[in-house]
């Protein structure tokens, strides 16, 4: 059978993964990241679990049919409720909610810090879900943007860590914000981002000045778009 083919975002994911590790991938949907890591023996052992009873029988049936049953378990779970401490090193949860994704770490904290490490790429709230990884006790070791069918990604390779960083501190605030590790890389598709979510303010900041800002609530809106642009011009400019 032909090799599995992972889109340009899965493989980014996969990619952080520390071979050698055995996965726990938490929301598996069809098990194609699991088969993936399994045959390019980027992992001896992978856990595929999901909340979902219809794409884990999927899953299970790819699992079969590439002949990996030995090296690949499927597991019905809401997070990492069903998932016992040791049975992995690396924690796997792509493609989900920012919201989402901390509940699973919050509600099985032990389980969550027992990883060593985590390869996290929330889809949504991505400013907040880096806070809390800061404020949980976790480092972003890693992390990568992608951009695919015109969308931007990020991957996070998270590790536990014991530093501390001042919450109101701006430079912490753009961190979390923009991602420290994308900070010191400053890639093509970061720096693309950046030009993009710039124009965007901008228009917005047009649009409010040609409806005229004599309310409250507009003005408001206008000064707090111009700050979030001035970030965008003090991080281009580091």
């Known amino acids: 059978m032909r090799p599995v083919t992972l889109s340009k975002r899965l493989r980014s994911v996969v990619s952080m993964v520390t071979a050698g590790n055995r996965v726990c991938d938490v929301g598996c949907d069809h098990g194609f990241v699991p088969i993936w890591l399994v045959q390019q023996t980027k992992s001896p052992w992978v856990l595929a679990m999901d909340l979902r009873e219809g794409p884990l029988r999927a899953a299970g049936e790819n699992v079969a049919a590439y002949g990996l049953g030995r090296q690949i378990e499927t597991r019905l779970s809401d997070g990492l409720h069903n998932y016992t401490i040791g049975e992995a090193d690396t924690l796997i949860c792509a493609g989900m909610g920012g919201g989402l994704m901390r509940r699973i770490l919050e509600t099985e904290r032990e ?19 880096r806070r809390f990884l800061r404020e949980s006790g976790y480092a972003i070791a890693d992390e990568e943007m992608i951009e695919e069918d015109g969308k931007f990604y990020q991957v996070i390779r998270a590790v536990s860590d014991q530093k501390e960083e001042t919450a109101d501190d701006e430079l912490c605030k753009l961190k979390d ?11 093509p598709v970061f720096l693309s981002f950046l030009e993009r979510e710039a124009a965007l303010y901008e228009e917005i900041l047009k649009n409010l000045r040609a409806q005229g800002l004599h309310e409250e609530k507009r003005r408001a809106r206008y000064e707090q778009v111009e700050a979030l642009l001035q970030d965008n011009m003090r991080v281009r400019q580091m």
């Open 177 to 187: 914000r923009y991602g420290p590790v994308l900070l010191q890389k400053k890639t």
């Open 111 to 129: 389980k969550a810090a027992s990883f060593r490490e985590l390869i996290l790429q929330p889809q949504s709230e991505i400013e907040q879900f």
